[in-house]
């Protein structure tokens, strides 16, 4: 893969910073440095603090609307310091940078990855006065070198073992799908691990499903769009990600549906 | 009105989707990709869920300070994936991009409107798995054709009909003025829909004014800036938008006052 | 200093604005405005509401990592439109632009500041509807005219006293050291204005200290990085600032030890 001749490389950045101390100012700062005309995007900097999975399914939903050649830095690291270690992994479009612990791999793998490196080289990195910090001392500074042209080999040697996250597989049975919540959003919609084509008989717009979410059955419609209902009402649709999402129009479906990360959906078809 | 010749386009995103999902990484990096010197700024994409108010009052604070020919993406849409109309409202200086709720007009209309049209054309949009994204697959990739150059009669047909926000008429009467809380702003300070003008007498600092909102009444004084009164204490004064806000100095005023969007705002003079 | 020549110059902005109302759009509309070629990064905007202490140290973490010449604008600004004075500051290898209340001298008395001017010179401000928006009629365009190399003497005069926020000194005893809480930042870590240099036997990883912060006493593992003790465990260790944190590993030390900013701190060596 070859970068962009003659547009400034973008690099993007996601983390469960938070918005509010120096990290995203630290790391924007290291990016400009080594990179001058480096174009840093933010993505996020407010998904939910160490949840790798959340970081790993934005990252999956982002990479591949950006240009060829574009750098997608994530830091989800609740690892930071210890022995994870830091990686860049060249796919088939992309670069990907950040720690050894799956938050890569979603996005990585759709792509198609090509090469992982485990960063070693201290001629790419910063010292600074703790450990605490990778995405200021590695995360930031070997994205922009990389924008700037640094050939991988350069920056620490291949591996061929590093942590993959992947989504778990639904059980189709007749007549009803069990998978689960893969992430609550920022809206507390209930978004599952459940695609369209899992469903046998496939399914269609206007029909009521039987979904069971933890301990809550409702009948609920399959619909095109939140609008589709009224306030306060729940659906089920295919969301933006492309997956199955259990919604509540305006609400909360986290709340109503007691749902969290990993609980168990149940859909039936009332044939 | 052109663009600017030899200046990379702005491109501004205000939504209400929040900061902690994939939405905003999305449409950057379908902005990118359509337009790949675009320089994407970002307004707010905190504003208040599905409050269209806000969001055009925000728009509409916003847009003038930007240089001409500025492309403002605006995205608040609990209709999203409905039949409202997603539209390219053309103005004296600006062009706006947003679905037809109202959101563009309190902005566009300031700046006086030339030509609206509804985005139809296949060609400028992406085709994505659900129809709950239109900040993705029109509204950020129309943004980008318009950014280059792309004429608006080439994305749809022109419309006359289209939602329109405006702010309400306040009620003059003589010794006192009948208004509203137009918006809650973030620190919670009520920004009503009145303005200097609408005081016959004038309204000068030092003055104290009886003001009642919703079922509290209390004597404040008008002043130049919060500094001017003692920390918790209650002002009004003309903030930034050019409207009078009832304050609470590094308070919560909405608490204080018990007041929300809407609410009921009378200022008496006390002759 | 010069600005760096060939590089679009780079616009930092630091404020408590929050990211849900015009404030920023409009600061960075004006910025473009003024200087169409200026590349604005968001440092944050979500510092705590009026609170110079935790913005000049943001400012101070972040200030150094970006390229010379960078204007630095912060705003926490809780005397806005009242007889503070507005501020460029020249150091030896950048800009600071910000109100005369401390939120900018942590960070450039550490760069060595060169010259100090207030903001008088009505061509480079706006006028505006009110008195209330200073980083909007002042600072941005200021932060603006200066990326566009108007000389400072321009813009105002100098003058030689002005507001210093600094970090105060802990008190060193044989055996003990007290400081106190400096900033408890968004991960509710308690970050001290301790030093490692500080303790004169120094401080070895994997020593146990006895903490007091406020009125709780615990023995608590000095570390290397968060994730040396289990989750939920207390710890010390220099964090990413250089300075000395108690932290609970993914967890809230400001709740468990019942401590703010100004709390004070104890470390005992226990021999």
Chains 1, 2, 3 share one sequence.
Request: charged share 20%.
């Amino acid at each position: 893969m070859k970068l962009n001749e003659g547009v400034a490389p973008v690099i993007t950045l996601l983390t469960d910073f938070g918005p509010a101390d120096a990290y995203l100012g630290c790391m924007k700062g290291v990016i400009l440095n080594v990179c001058p005309h480096a174009r840093v995007v933010d993505v996020s900097h407010s998904l939910p603090k160490f949840n790798i999975r959340y970081g790993a399914f934005v990252l999956m939903q982002v990479f591949r609307y950006f240009p060829n050649g574009t750098i997608h830095v994530a830091v989800v690291d609740p690892g930071v310091g210890t022995r994870r270690r830091p990686l860049v992994i060249e796919t088939k479009r992309y670069f990907f940078v950040g720690p050894d612990n799956g938050v890569l791999t979603l996005a990585a793998s759709e792509d198609g990855i090509k090469r992982v490196v485990e960063i070693t080289s201290e001629k790419y990195i910063l010292s600074g006065p703790s450990k605490t910090f990778a995405g200021r001392e590695i995360f930031a500074p070997v994205a922009a070198h990389v924008a700037n042209g640094v050939p991988l080999r350069e920056i620490g040697p291949e591996v061929d073992r590093f942590q993959v996250l992947s989504i778990p597989k639904p059980k189709i049975a007749e007549g009803h799908v069990v998978g689960e919540v893969f992430v609550v959003d920022s809206f507390r919609n209930l978004i599952t691990n459940l695609r369209p084509s899992d469903f046998e008989q496939g399914v269609k717009h206007g029909r009521l499903l039987k979904v069971e979410v933890g301990g809550v059955a409702r009948d609920i419609p399959f619909v095109g769009t939140y609008g589709d209902v009224g306030r306060g009402q729940a659906l089920a649709l295919v969301g933006s990600s492309g997956f199955i999402e259990i919604d509540i129009n305006q609400g909360n479906a986290s709340r109503v549906f007691k749902a969290r990360q990993g609980t168990p959906v149940k859909i039936t078809f009332s044939s």
